[in-house]
């Protein structure tokens, strides 16, 4: 519904290397949320942004660091991948009440 | 600390039946939104309905309305004459906090099985 896109939508690396996770919407939302999703947890918050460079911590923020340069694209960086962090990765937008996911990122660690 | 619990890890349903999904939730705050997700195995998370904390009446949108018993803490999604296409998993989430930012709490989810 926000026209949210994420790229890559499949990525495998190895441990330790950096992966930088892309989200990037068309509705000109202030709002913008990372969350993974892993078995028995539902999906938890990563990192939010609410505004441009303005970001804020979630749950699960450890190991993550985000960047928002442009209202319309939110970065979710892995600084040095490991194999706890293979999981699903989707970024949301909130309009008005609501908040509309885009359609995940696989992220398989090595 | 808020929280949401699903507590049904599975769910089966006969085709045209009605079927209803726990969610309940601990909030201290006044101000809490709720929301109900679907997830199908293709993977994307489709939104189905919300209920604000200070809305009277339950909300409803097309086959699926949300039961919602404010004194009980209760959330329960109802999903009437299910189909094969709502065969997914679902999930409870919440809304709330200070600063109006937005951030959800989700439950663990309920698979939901429609037989035919």
């Known amino acids: 519904d926000a026209g949210i896109t994420q790229s890559p939508r499949h990525k495998v690396t190895e441990t330790g290397t950096p992966v930088t996770l892309r989200c990037h919407q068309t509705e000109n939302h202030r709002y913008m949320y990372w969350y993974r999703q892993d078995p028995g947890h539902g999906l938890r918050l990563i990192h939010y942004?609410?505004?441009?460079?303005?970001?804020d911590k979630g749950e699960v923020s450890d190991g993550y660091s985000v960047s928002r340069s442009k209202t319309e694209d939110f970065l979710l960086t892995l600084e040095s991948a490991t194999s706890s962090q293979t999981s699903v990765y989707f970024c949301?937008?909130?309009?008005?009440?609501?908040?509309?996911f885009g359609p995940g990122t696989r992220l398989t660690v090595l | 600390a808020q929280k949401i619990t699903q507590t049904q890890p599975g769910m089966f349903v006969q085709e045209k039946e009605a079927v209803t999904l726990d969610c309940t939730y601990d909030?201290?705050?006044?101000?809490?939104?709720l929301f109900w997700y679907k997830q199908p195995s293709s993977g994307e998370m489709i939104f189905l309905i919300y209920q604000g904390s200070y809305d009277e009446q339950n909300a409803t949108e097309g086959r699926y309305s949300l039961n919602f018993q404010k004194a009980r803490k209760s959330a329960n999604l109802v999903i009437s004459a299910s189909q094969l296409g709502d065969s997914a998993m679902y999930f409870c989430?919440?809304?709330?906090?200070?600063?109006?930012?937005?951030?959800?709490?989700f439950g663990q989810g309920t698979t939901l099985q429609v037989k035919p």
């Open positions: 942004s609410y505004g441009v460079k303005d970001t």
């Open positions: 909030t201290s705050d006044q101000s809490y939104g």
């Open positions: 949301a937008t909130l309009n008005t009440d609501t908040q509309y």
């Open positions: 989430a919440m809304r709330g906090g200070s600063g109006n930012t937005g951030k959800l709490i």
